[in-house]
Antibody, heavy 117, light 106 residues
Framework: QVQLRESGPGLVKPSETLSLTCSVS????????WTWIRQPPGKALEWIGY???????NYNPSLKSRVTISVDTSKNQFSLKLSSVTAADTAVYYC???????????WGQGTQVTVSS | DIQMTQSPSTLSASVGDRVTITCRAS??????LAWYQQKPGKAPNLLIY???TLETGVPSRFSGSGSGTEFTLTISSLQPDDFATYYC????????FGQGTKLEIK
């Protein structure tokens, strides 16, 4: 069964770039599309963006100018970069696999990222 | 953008009760809707996709229905493990999640 695990700094300074990696095991990253979703404290889930197996990306319009999602097939990983962060970007960040029909089916455990000086 | 609105925001119920959560889309999404259960400190867990298809391993007391703009998640007989927050999500056009429904013990 596929497993996903997020990794990256838990603390990022305002105006800097948040960088996270999702490591995928139990399957090839080339066989599916992959997504990032976040959840601010006490709030609902917010979609950040996804990358298709073809390498094409789609981003949430509200974050599009600051987001980059990429894939490293040699490492079976995909990554998120979010630039110019503010306190509003403080959240638990989840990576997930996108099922062939389009919904996220397997999720990582999530990683807390706090934006603070 | 497609907006998803869940109701109620909070629901108090007892073990054994039948409960229903509603999710409305701001435009038609056909049946491209999923439901998730989330417990504190945990990732969401997929319950239902394509509005009414039960994910493998999910108990049959969970069911989903609807199409177009109105959808429901029903739990036929609440069990202690079901007290959690539930989210709907459309995947017709990108992704949008509802604001969540917290199911509490009465």
């Amino acid at each position: 069964q596929v497993q996903l695990r997020e990794s990256g700094p838990g603390l990022v300074k305002p105006s800097e770039t948040l960088s996270l990696t999702c490591s995928v095991s139990g399957g090839s990253i080339s066989d599916y599309s992959w997504t990032w979703i976040r959840q601010p404290p006490g709030k609902a889930l917010e979609w950040i963006g996804y990358i298709y197996y073809s390498g094409t990306t789609n981003y949430n319009p509200s974050l599009k100018s600051r987001v980059t999602i990429s894939v490293d097939t040699s490492k079976n990983q995909f990554s998120l970069k979010l630039s110019s962060v503010t306190a509003a970007d403080t959240a638990v960040y989840y990576c997930a696999r996108q099922a062939s029909s389009g919904y996220p089916d397997f999720w990582g455990q999530g990683t807390q990222v706090t934006v603070s000086s | 953008d497609i907006q998803m609105t869940q109701s109620p925001s909070t629901l108090s119920a007892s073990v054994g009760d039948r409960v229903t959560i509603t999710c409305r889309a701001s435009q038609s999404i056909s049946d491209w809707l999923a439901w998730y259960q989330q417990k504190p400190g945990k990732a969401p867990n997929l319950l239902i996709y394509r509005a009414s298809t039960l994910e493998t391993g999910v108990p049959s007391r969970f069911s989903g229905s609807g199409s177009g703009t109105e959808f429901t998640l029903t739990i036929s007989s609440l069990q202690p493990d079901d007290f959690a927050t539930y989210y709907c999500q459309q995947y017709y056009s990108y992704y949008t999640f509802g604001q969540g429904t917290k199911l509490e013990i009465k």
